[in-house]
Antibody
Framework: EVQLVESGGVVVQPGGSLRLSCAAS????????MHWVRQAPGKGLEWVSL????????YYADSVKGRFTISRDNSKNSLYLQMNSLRTEDTALYYC??????????????WGQGTMVTVSS | SYELTQPLSVSVALGQTARITCGGN??????VHWYQQKPGQAPVLVIY???NRPSGIPERFSGSNSGNTATLTISRAQAGDEADYYC?????????FGGGTKLTVL
């Protein structure tokens, strides 16, 4: 079964740091571009970041650029999001998602169930 | 930055056809993808590249894209189709989502 499972979400104070993980199974992980997408409570979807199949290319939404770092370990079929200098507006459910095609820049066909990050004092 | 505009809500009678629009500047030149999200669940891809259905998505779901508007059409609407629907495109290196449309089946 193709599956993505996120973990690492907790309550953290403003200015704090957090690392999210996403474990992939059921497909050839190192063939695909991967993404993080977030959803604030009661709000819509917001794309956060992507990483190419080999980790050689990464891109970020302006709202997180300079604070978040996406990475992957293909030997462990895992995707990560290092989140620093967290703000209250980063409070959201964070999803990892798989691109439909290896080259990326397409739709997201597989999503995890999400992990909740709450930034609050 | 590129913006996508969706109606906040759309209502459809049971068994009728629902149409959800996604507006953007010359969106017809882009590939548009659509996601369905039910309460408490992750999004599910229902249409990709304007009009293609992933495996397992009913034929009742279809899509079109031209000019400044893309449209998701749900035929013979069922109670189980009640959900939020999001359109999505790529703009340069960025992913852009529409604000989402809540579909109510009456």
């Amino acid at each position: 079964e193709v599956q993505l499972v996120e973990s690492g979400g907790v309550v953290v104070q403003p200015g704090g740091s957090l690392r999210l993980s996403c474990a992939a199974s059921g497909f050839t992980f190192d063939d695909y571009t991967m993404h993080w997408v977030r959803q604030a409570p009661g709000k819509g979807l917001e794309w956060v970041s992507l990483i190419s199949w080999d980790g050689g290319s990464t891109y970020y939404a302006d709202s997180v650029k300079g604070r978040f770092t996406i990475s992957r370990d293909n030997s462990k079929n895992s995707l990560y999001l290092q989140m620093n200098s967290l703000r209250t507006e980063d409070t959201a459910l964070y999803y990892c998602a798989k691109d439909v095609v290896p080259a990326g820049r397409d739709a997201f066909d597989i999503w995890g169930q999400g992990t909740m990050v709450t930034v609050s004092s | 930055s590129y913006e996508l505009t969706q109606p906040l809500s759309v209502s459809v009678a049971l068994g009728q056809t629902a149409r959800i629009t996604c507006g953007g500047n010359n969106i017809g030149s882009k590939n548009v993808h659509w996601y369905q999200q039910k309460p408490g669940q992750a999004p599910v891809l229902v249409i990709y590249r304007d009009s293609n259905r992933p495996s397992g998505i009913p034929e009742r779901f279809s899509g079109s894209n031209s000019g400044n508007t893309a449209t998701l059409t749900i035929s013979r609407a069922q109670a189980g189709d009640e959900a939020d629907y999001y359109c999505q495109v790529w703009d340069s290196r960025d992913v852009v989502f529409g604000g989402g449309t809540k579909l109510t089946v009456l």
